[in-house]
């Protein structure tokens, strides 16, 4: 019983004696991420702050981009149409990630369908692939980023065999969307559309 409070003791102390809770704050102080308009997001975090943006190119082929500064410091094509732009921190590093709704056909599924696509700042600067998903449970609808939590949830409005509409919460987990929950009734996000794009 005296080893266990003593090593509890010792805990407590070398925690306030480095400030491992005041570090945490710290941290999600300089972290945050604004979604400007519907193709802009400006981030602010550890690794230093910037724009993620999505430019159309021609009427169904955009590319992400990441600026800093002036300079677009690293860009990704995607060759497809874009029907939602979106950012947050979905795996809790501090980091935004960039999620982006795409209609395409895959490999295992030849009709066309909106997918979720989703992007990671590799070493806070290169745009790289996280999850290029063909499929959440059912056919995708639409998604928002729930940013109440660290990391973030992902959202989905998605329709059943049947026809009706089901919403479900993901978390980002190893390779891919893992389910949460479905949550309550909310009303279906106002906007879904095309995107506005400069």
Known sequence: MRLIAKTIMTVCLLSCFYGCGQRQDVAVREYSVVQTDSVTCRYRCPMGEGI???TSVTDS???IEHVRGDSVVDSWALNYPVYRFTCGDMTGDSIPEVLVGTIKTTRYRPEKDKRLFIFHLYKGRFI???WLGSRVGC???DFK?????VPNFVHTWERRDNGDTIEVLYRLKGFGLKYVASPPALPRREGAG???TK
Do not use: Q
């Open 194 to 196: 095309r995107l506005k």
């Open 139 to 141: 056919p995708l609808i």
């Open 145 to 149: 980023v729930e940013t109440d939590t």
């Open 61 to 63: 082929t955009y590319r």
């Open 128 to 130: 790289r692939p996280l």
């Open 52 to 54: 993620l943006r999505l």
